[in-house]
């Protein structure tokens, strides 16, 4: 074998990656109507199971915060995924054929479009609101079970102090109630039917809004229902 022919380690890396790069914008940019869909569906589904992964692991571990960030990367993938693919890239490849002016918007629109779509990301796994944090463990607890109330909260501020005000529209089948915020105990509600006050000075800050769970026990200690509300979210009475 010729010694000139003997790639070293380090250049076949180098090859290797190069090619591995030139396939994936080929992939990237290809834009027949069967790669639109067939990239569109596997973001989406990469989206769904990044997002529905997220808010599992987080209803058994409520201090893992940093899973915000997937689960918002995931929960957004599944609304941009089809747009960028099937909006964004074609218009993109179209105005670069385009005069002088679309030209230039047309190469940078599809890296813009990720840089707002990473923005989004962060911002939205900073302050997570109630449509992508679903406590996917108080459904799964509950689905086996006949006890099924309803929790309802308010908020209100008395001598300068903001209270929340629990209560279950329905006590039938649970023995006793548990609240919990920051991985600690605030209080236990023994007696039906389950009317509760809680301060905002007993609730603990995840990611910067305060938060706290309602874990609803039978008679030998195990959740029947497991319920996370985040004060911001909580109506005034």
Partial sequence: MNEDTVQSPGAWVAGSLRDAWRTM???????????????SGALVFLGFFLWSASNLLLSYQPTWTWLHYPMSYGFLLILYGPVHHFLVIPLGIRW???????????????TAGLALFLVAVVVLGTAPTAPVVFDFQSSLEGAGADVDPDLL??????????????????SEGVDHVVVMSGGE???????????FDVSERQLTS???????QVLLKDADGDTIRRYTRTLSMVPEG
Avoid at 32 to 38: I, K, P, V
Avoid at 96 to 107: A, H, K, Q, W
Avoid at 153 to 165: F, I, K, L, M
């Fill in 25 to 39: 914008r080929s992939v990237y940019y290809a834009n027949s109507l069967s790669w639109r869909f067939l990239k």
């Fill in 96 to 110: 670069r054929r385009g005069s002088d002016g679309p030209t230039r918007i047309g190469r940078r629109l599809p």
């Fill in 153 to 170: 909260c308010t908020q209100s501020a008395a001598s300068g102090e903001t209270v929340v005000h629990c209560h279950l529209t329905e």
């Fill in 185 to 195: 105990r605030v209080t236990v509600d023994r007696d039906p039917p389950f009317d």
């Fill in 206 to 212: 995840v990611t910067g809004e305060k938060q706290f």
